[in-house]
Structures are given as C-alpha cells and as structure tokens.
C-alpha cells in the first residue's frame, strides 16, 4: 500500500465514509505497522483541524445572506463616529467661515467706498450772477455762454444795478448747508465767490484777464478746494 | 460584487460603506453562526453586526481590500467565541438562570470552539485573519471546494468525483494536497498556534 493508498483509507475511516471492510482493513495495517499510526494521527489531527478552519474559509467566501436593513443606521453611524467625513465637514465649515470672512471684507469694502460720500459735505448749490451795469454790450452772450458752460446745472441770472444783486447775494438758498454764490462783475473785471456753510462765510475775487472761461475755472477750482466737491 | 474600494473605506465614505455592508455581512455572520449556531443561534446577527463596527475601527491599518472580509471572519469568530465563553462562565457564576442551563444541555459541556486547545480559538482575530488570507492563496482550485465537501457537507470520495467531473481516484489527490497547505499555515493538526 503507497501513501496516497494509506490516506485515503485513514481518511475514509476518519471521515466516517468507510465501510466495514475498510475499517478491518486499516485496523490490521495499524497492528502490523506501527510505524503506520504515527502518520494516521497526524492525518486525523489534519481532519480535525481543517473541520474548524474550513467553515471559516467558507464564510470568508459566501456571498448568501442578506444584510439586515435595521443594522445600516447603527453602522453608519459607526462610520460618521469613528472615521468621519472630515474632507466635507471641514469644507462646510470652511465655506461657512470664509463666507463670513468675505462678508466681512465686502462689507468693509462698501463702507470705505461709501465712507467718503457719506461725511463729505453735501454738493452745495451753486448760484451764479452777472452784474452788468453798462447795459447790452458786444460779448455780453458770449459771457453768458462762459459762466452757463461752466455751471451747467445752475441758473445765470443777469443783473443791470447793484442793489438788486446785493439783495440776491444775501439771500441764501434754504436747506442748503453748503451754498456758493459766484458773480461776474463784468464792470469791475472781477469774479466773486462767496461761499457759505457751517463756519464762517469765505470770499475771494478772481480777477478776470483775458480769458473769462479760465478765471471760471479757477473759481470752480476755488468752490471745490473749500467744500471738498 | 467586487470588493469595495478601500481608500473610499478609509476616508470614511459613507455611500462606500453602505455598499461594504452588504459584501461582508455573510463574512461576518457566516463567521459568527460557525461558533454560536448549536448554543446561541439569536446572538448570531448582534455578534455580526458588532464585528462590523470592530472593522470599521480598523479598518485604516489595512493595506488591501482583499483584507476585509478574512479580518471580518477573524474578528466575528473570536467575538462569537467569547460570547460562548460568557455564557458558560455565567453557569458557574451567580447570575445563572435555567434558560442557561437548559442551553447548555442541549450543547453540551463544553463546546469545541471555547476548548482551550482549539487551534482556531486560540488565535487573535489579526493573526486568524492572516492565516485565512495565507490559506485562501495556498489553496488551489478545487482543493477547497473539495475539503469543504468532504468535511463539512460529509460526501464520498464518489459524489465529490461526480460533482468536480474528476476521476474518483483523483479525489484523495486534492484532499491530500489541501490538508498539506493547510498544515503549512496552521502547523501540524494546528500546532503551531
């Protein structure tokens, strides 16, 4: 009897597949053979140890059995607890604190845009005269069309006699904080800017050389200068 | 299903692991129903589901996903094994009642797999797991199958020569080579353990 022989019947009567003649068969090899039981008891030791490992290897390899639906909340509850999200959790958070962050700054941005507008003093009113004591005179339209150029929001009123435009320089415009009256004295060759706000009144006079439109310009320089418009 | 995506695992991706569920839960209670099935058939699908939450916990000192499910059997098996522990030390404890006693008649006094010298109980879960990945890689087709046939569905050298179209005097071949891998892992008869 070879090895391979041998094995098969120690394993059949191991394995309780033998039948009457091949137990009487093995129990009178061991007898004759001693040295024959040393193999047999390492062979049942193999069949013992592989009836605990295979059921194992079996459950390492099935693929029956259905996941009961109760335990999914349990486990991936487990998940969340042990492992987390951190890449999602830590990009919620972090959208939610640079949205803030960008609020902030936006928020800033528009305040120190607004700032300015909202502490400079109101546009003042400007108001603008002509003092023409000589009557209708050659260049008179073309003086009318300077300071109505320079001005183009404000109404050029024309005065023929001192009086009249003394009245209308004192007479400031109501509600305005800020208020500028310039006046062409064309007789006098001189432009007058009197400004009037919070502080004291502020006068200065332009004296007009060859180029009415630029001593405009100065005067405009000058309004601006003194009410940061 | 093929195995789960293990880095997906470990990042904790929930999706990942709803689908991981379902491939290592016949893992774990195949595992699990081995030890406890005879005494403690209701403690099965706990035992299974808490082995679950073990993997997870471990499941980042893995390095392939080839990993889970013979750590899964490791940790469900050992876990199944110290519920049958517990509940015969509650015999000898005060807290027995005779539900306990009328279980452990009916399995007997003290079950094979909470023997001492059990050569698959006696292994942590890592080191079990390591040997059933070894084994898996030792064991060439049908060798398996065929020690699973022999021993665990008690079929003649004859029906497993039908069921693996083999030559009858073939069988003992395959049997023969499958219990020398498993010796090389395990020691011989498991003594190594």
Redesign the interface.
């Known amino acids: 009897m070879n090895d391979?022989e041998f094995?098969?019947l120690a394993?059949?009567v191991i394995?309780?597949?033998a039948s009457d003649a091949e137990r009487e068969q093995l129990e009178m090899l061991l007898a004759s053979r001693p040295d024959m039981k040393t193999q047999f008891e390492?062979?049942?030791?193999?069949?013992?140890?592989?009836?605990?490992?295979?059921?194992?290897?079996?459950?390492?390899?099935?693929?029956?059995?259905?996941?009961?639906a109760y335990?999914?909340e349990?486990?991936?509850a487990?998940?969340?607890q042990?492992?987390?999200?951190?890449?999602p959790a830590r990009t919620k958070r972090g959208w939610n604190w640079r949205w803030a962050l960008g609020f902030a700054v936006g928020a800033a941005a528009v305040v120190l845009l607004l700032l300015p507008m909202l502490t400079r003093p109101a546009e003042p009113v400007i108001q603008v005269a002509m003092l023409d004591t000589a009557g209708a005179v050659r260049g008179e339209g073309s003086d009318l069309d300077a300071l109505k150029a320079q001005w183009k929001h404000s109404e050029v009123r024309t005065f023929d006699k001192a009086g009249p435009l003394d009245t209308w320089t004192t007479n400031w415009p109501s509600g305005a904080k800020v208020a500028a009256k310039v006046i062409y004295d064309r007789a006098a060759g001189e432009v007058r800017v009197i400004l009037y706000g919070p502080g004291k009144p502020v006068a200065k006079t332009f004296s007009v050389g060859q180029d009415l439109a630029a001593t405009l310009r100065q005067a405009t320089g000058f309004i601006q200068e003194q009410t940061g418009k | 299903m093929n195995p789960p995506n293990l880095q997906a695992l470990q990042g904790g991706d929930a999706a990942e692991w709803d689908l991981a569920f379902r491939w290592l839960w016949p893992a774990a209670f195949g595992a699990a129903q081995v030890v406890l099935q005879p005494c403690l058939p209701a403690e099965v699908e706990d035992v299974a589901i808490e082995s679950l939450e073990e993997l997870v916990e471990g499941v980042r000192s893995l390095s392939s996903a080839e990993e889970l499910r013979p750590l899964l059997a490791g940790i469900a098996h050992n876990r199944a094994v110290s519920r049958l522990r517990q509940f015969y030390a509650a015999k000898r404890g005060a807290g027995k009642t005779e539900s306990y006693e009328a279980k452990q008649e009916a399995c007997g006094d003290l079950p094979e797999a909470i023997a001492p010298d059990d050569p698959v109980g006696a292994l942590e879960h890592k080191e079990l797991a390591e040997r059933l990945g070894q084994l898996l890689a030792e064991l060439k087709p049908p060798q398996g199958q065929m020690l699973a046939d022999f021993f665990l569905r008690r079929l003649t050298y004859e029906d497993i020569a039908k069921k693996h179209a083999v030559a009858p005097g073939t069988v003992g071949v395959y049997l023969k080579r499958g219990l020398a891998a498993m010796r090389r892992v395990w020691g011989p008869g498991g003594k190594d353990v």
């Not at chain 1, 390492?42 to 009961?68: C, H, N, Q, T, Y």
């Not at chain 1, 042990?82 to 890449?87: A, E, H, R, S, Y």
Request: glycine share 8%; no cysteine; charged share 30%.
């Open positions: 391979q094995f098969d394993l059949k394995g309780a597949r390492e062979i049942r030791d193999d069949a013992r140890l592989a009836k605990k490992v295979l059921p194992l290897m079996e459950a390492v390899g099935s693929s029956s059995g259905e996941f009961p335990a999914r349990r486990l991936l487990k998940v969340h042990t492992l987390g999200q951190p890449q």
